[in-house]
Every structure is written in C-alpha cells, then in structure tokens.
C-alpha cells in the first residue's frame, strides 16, 4: 500500500510562484509514473502532469504551456510540480497520483494511489 502526501499550496498572487511536492511511503516509489491532477470547485478533475518511474518522460496537459515542470527524487520518493506564472484559474486542490502505467491516464483512471490533495489559490 502506498502513501502519497501533499504538502507546498497555499495562496499566492497571479504571477508568483508554488512548489508542490508529494512525498510517497509504502511502496515500490521508482516502479511507479507519478502525476499531478487538479480540481477546482464545480469542475471536473483534470490531468495536469505525468513523469515516468525510471525513464524520466514527461507529458503536460496543454494548458500548462510551459509554465509548471514535473520532476522526481527517487532517492527521496518525492515527486514535484513547480509551477511559475500562476493565473486565477490555476486555482484548484492538487492531488498527486500513481500508478503502474505509462503513459498514465488523462482521465484518471486506472490510478492505484491518490493522495488527499493540497489546496493551491491563485488571486489575481
């Protein structure tokens, strides 16, 4: 069984930036893909950001437009969002995921391990 916890959001103003992290216990970290989704009130969830286990590929949602970088420590089994240039409607709770698939999920399914999700606020 894997743990996944959140921790980095808070309330930063448009333009500024969040480092989200993901420490993850419990489990095989580096056979894992880790990923960011998102959901922000009255929406669905949606696919932020992915990184492969050992391989290292990346893949972004679109919106992101070069903007957030996922990148992973598995030394520390800690994955990470870095997120520049925040505008108001990157404000949303951010939950972390695994799973044993690549390329993982879009739609989140087939997801093994979610965390609890950290609440990111941008304000503008």
């Known amino acids: 069984q894997v743990q996944l916890v959140e921790s980095g959001g808070g309330l930063v103003q448009a333009g500024g930036s969040l480092r989200l992290s993901c420490a993850a216990s419990g489990g095989a970290f580096g056979g894992y893909a880790m990923g960011w989704f998102r959901q922000a009130p009255g929406k669905e969830r949606e696919f932020v950001a992915a990184?492969?286990?050992?391989?290292?590929?990346?893949e972004y949602a679109d919106f992101v437009g070069g903007r957030f970088t996922i990148s992973r420590d598995n030394s520390k089994t800690t994955v990470f969002l870095q997120m520049n240039s925040l505008r108001p409607e990157d404000t949303a709770l951010y939950y972390c995921a695994a799973t044993g698939a690549w390329p993982m999920s879009r739609r989140g399914v087939s997801i093994n391990y979610w965390g609890q999700g950290t609440q990111v606020t941008v304000s503008s």
């Open positions: 990184i492969r286990g050992f391989y290292g590929s990346k």
